[in-house]
């Protein structure tokens, strides 16, 4: 009888282990933004380095996270990501302007003393989906039409660093909620704005960093922060 009751025993633990390798369990979803304030993410905000005083220009409101838009900077997760989709909404409350997320965010300050290490996606009024690069690089079909002559390119001051998207109409009106979706897997990163394909690149000479939201000139409002890990980019 004890013989039987340890084959038992091994079966059903046996069973229990067939079951759970055989489940494909769904990666899951989290947020990185909490609706009440900024935990897990922090500033870098150059004028406040000589002025402490100086008002945040993040800020939650209405269980919305806010760019004021100045003083200049970015807010930045305190954790690195790889291998995601990065899913938001975004809009203008007032008059349309500039702002990015900034993926496979760095070294702080490379660019103007400004900007971190990054490959910037455009949120540019009628220009949302543009790549910018700062101090990384990466590739996107008929590179010489959407970003000049070859020899103009370089990832510094002074260079060729835009890499327009593949559609400027894709924006709802200002004042109304826009949706981007950011995919990054290895060295590809793929950008969708409300739903059209605006942009894909591959060959990024970085594959994971923080995440970045700027503060550049102009108010925007987001909501809905989500990341998901990913094993294959969407069609």
Known sequence: MRFLRRIHIVMAFALVYMSFIGCEREPETI???????????????????????????????????????????????????????????????????????LVHSSTPRVLYDMFPASIEVQMLHRNAGDFWVIGEDIEVPDMEARRGPKEEWGVTEGDRRRITNLTDDSENPVGEWNTMVIECLEDEVKVWVNDDLVNYGFNATVTKGQIALQAEGSEVEFRNLLLTPITQLSE
């Open 31 to 101: 947020s990185l933004f909490n609706g009440r304030d900024l935990t897990g993410w922090h500033m870098d905000v150059p004028a406040m380095d000589d002025d402490p005083e100086l008002p945040d220009p993040f800020i939650v409101r209405d269980s919305l996270l806010v760019t004021l838009g100045r003083p200049l900077g970015h807010l930045i997760t305190d954790a690195v990501y790889q291998d995601y989709r990065l899913e938001l909404e975004y809009r203008f409350p007032g008059e349309p302007g500039n702002c990015g997320v």
